[in-house]
């Protein structure tokens, strides 16, 4: 362990490896490689430990993505241990959290296997005869239950497709590529690329990152000079900067002032473009 990993925590040394160096990776492609969900890996670069089910998924998972970033994952595990305040459990009983699932169900399936068969007759005898003396009231259950479920399937159809109605403008509206400043290097979040009317390009080294309505992240990563990101259409998203002034923001394809001065963190921006347009009064000058 170097003498800068003792002073970081796991969760930072999981996030500094995955966006810092030549070769940085997008959550979203490690997800899919380890089969692990992204809001677990978010969880464990921000030290979210509480997010994930139970300790032996927080482990394994810590494991896995330590491995896939290069980093001595005994090392992620003991540090996260520390933090948790896990204390004398040793190494030998990890258990992977697809091995427990296995052996919790091949438990399950003995203990099955294992019952009495009089108890099982009985079983089976008890519940027939309660079925025969109330089927009429299961069958009345069972038909209020499928009206329910169609009555409110019914009513939530209806709801999208008001939705697409009020909404189809803006789908169909697709903003043309910015005149970006600096030759794009590397795009990131092109599936919003044909309803994004707000355009990030990086014109220095800057840290971004974007949240949803309920603060879970949808991009986190270093953008260096040149790279481009599309931020999703909605009134729900907002933006973290970590060098405001290294970042250039496009508005329905027009450049709006800077956020803020270079090296100046800015958070909490609302990404929609009546929050990022400039009033009237306001100047429109541009310029760097």
């Known amino acids: 362990m170097t003498e800068r990993n003792k002073e970081l925590t796991a969760a930072q040394m999981l996030f500094e490896a995955r966006t810092s160096g030549r070769r940085k990776r997008e959550i979203s492609t490690i997800s899919r490689l380890l089969c692990i969900r992204e809001e677990y890996l978010v969880a464990l670069e921000n030290g979210k430990y509480d997010m994930i ?19 001595d994952p005994t090392e ?74 169609f009555g409110v399937s019914f009513i939530i159809s209806l709801g999208n497709e008001s939705d697409a109605y009020n909404n189809e403008e803006t789908v169909v509206a697709v903003v043309k590529e910015p005149g970006y400043k600096h030759p794009i290097r590397e795009k990131f979040g ?50 973290t900067f970590g060098n405001a002034g290294g970042i250039d923001i496009w508005v329905n394809g027009k450049l709006i002032p800077k956020l803020g001065s270079v090296n100046t963190r800015k958070s909490g921006v609302i990404m929609t473009p009546d929050a990022l347009m400039p009033s009237p009064d306001v100047s429109s000058d541009t310029k760097e």
């Open 53 to 71: 089910p139970e300790m032996v998924y927080v482990l394994g998972f810590a494991r896995n993505y330590a491995m896939e970033l290069g980093l």
């Open 76 to 149: 992620i595990v003991s540090k996260i241990k520390k933090e948790m305040g896990i204390e004398n459990e040793l190494e030998s009983g990890y258990i992977d959290a697809s091995d427990e699932e296995t052996e919790r169900n091949m438990l399950n399936s003995e203990n099955i296997t294992k019952k009495n068969p009089k108890q099982t007759n009985m079983a089976f005898e008890k519940l027939s005869k309660y079925l025969y003396k109330n089927w009429k009231w299961l069958v009345a259950s069972l038909v209020a239950v499928l009206i329910l479920i």
């Open 190 to 239: 092109t599936e919003n690329s044909s309803t994004a009317n707000v355009v990030i390009q990086a014109n220095q080294e800057s840290w971004v990152k974007i949240e949803d309505a309920r603060g879970n992240t949808v991009f986190s990563r270093v953008l260096v000079t040149g790279d481009v990101y599309y931020v999703p259409a909605g009134e729900k998203y907002k933006g």
